[in-house]
């Protein structure tokens, strides 16, 4: 099935760490995203990068975060395994949750599709709704994306972001 150009597939980049090969993380994720690229994925538009303060608080480094908006013919598990292949070819190697990383790559929604069992992707992503470093970069590359399970805008998600969650444009 291919994905029709009404299907907003959007997915997040981050990264606080500095990569061995590529430097510093938003060179690194620069480069994740040219080799989303180059394995048939068409990036669409990505917003600008965006540091936040690691959640939960803690004396991490901040990460550098954005929001790409992409077109595919891969189905939701095929592309999310393209994304994990790309963390894994770049050095992430998975472990504890919240844990500083090289590279993040996560699918947020894929188009209006649903999927909350047992096996990934959840979608849209469980906890997309609750973090200003994926809703900001958000509207710059889909403003006019609603939560496929709430309804909600991203604009009415971020009005109800819960407090103290500290995030700043750091490229236009």
Same mark, same amino acid.
């Given at each position: 099935?291919?994905?029709?150009?009404?299907?907003?597939?959007?997915?997040? /980049?981050?990264?606080?760490?500095?990569?061995? =090969? %590529?430097?510093?993380?938003?060179?690194?994720? *620069?480069?994740? /995203?040219?080799?989303?690229?180059?394995?048939?994925?068409?990036?669409?538009?990505?917003?600008?990068?965006?540091?936040?303060?690691?959640?939960?608080?803690?004396?991490?480094?901040?990460?550098?975060?954005?929001?790409?908006?992409?077109?595919?013919?891969?189905?939701?598990?095929?592309?999310?395994? #393209?994304?994990?292949?790309?963390?894994? *070819? %770049?050095?992430?190697?998975?472990?504890?949750?919240? *844990?500083?990383? /090289?590279?993040?790559?996560?699918?947020?929604?894929?188009?209006?599709?649903?999927?909350?069992? @047992?096996? @990934?992707?959840?979608?849209?992503?469980?906890?997309?709704?609750? =973090?200003?470093?994926?809703? #900001? @970069?958000?509207?710059?590359?889909?403003?006019?994306?609603?939560?496929?399970?709430?309804? *909600?805008?991203?604009?009415? /998600?971020?009005?109800?972001?819960?407090?103290?969650?500290?995030?700043?444009?750091?490229?236009?």
């Amino acid at each position: 099935m291919t994905a029709s150009s009404k299907e907003t597939i959007l997915i997040a /980049l981050g990264a606080n760490l500095p990569s061995a =090969r %590529f430097g510093a993380p938003r060179v690194t994720l *620069e480069a994740a /995203l040219a080799a989303i690229a180059a394995k048939g994925v068409q990036i669409l538009r990505r917003s600008s990068w965006w540091e936040s303060e690691p959640m939960p608080v803690s004396d991490q480094p901040w990460y550098v975060n954005g929001v790409a908006s992409i077109a595919t013919t891969l189905e939701p598990a095929a592309l999310l395994a #393209l994304l994990h292949g790309v963390e894994a *070819e %770049f050095g992430r190697i998975r472990g504890a949750r919240n *844990e500083a990383r /090289l590279l993040d790559l996560d699918l947020l929604a894929y188009g209006d599709r649903r999927r909350d069992g @047992p096996e @990934p992707p959840l979608l849209p992503h469980p906890r997309l709704a609750d =973090r200003a470093f994926v809703l #900001l @970069p958000l509207t710059e590359v889909a403003p006019d994306w609603h939560h496929p399970v709430s309804g *909600e805008s991203v604009r009415q /998600l971020i009005a109800r972001l819960p407090e103290g969650q500290r995030i700043r444009r750091v490229e236009g």
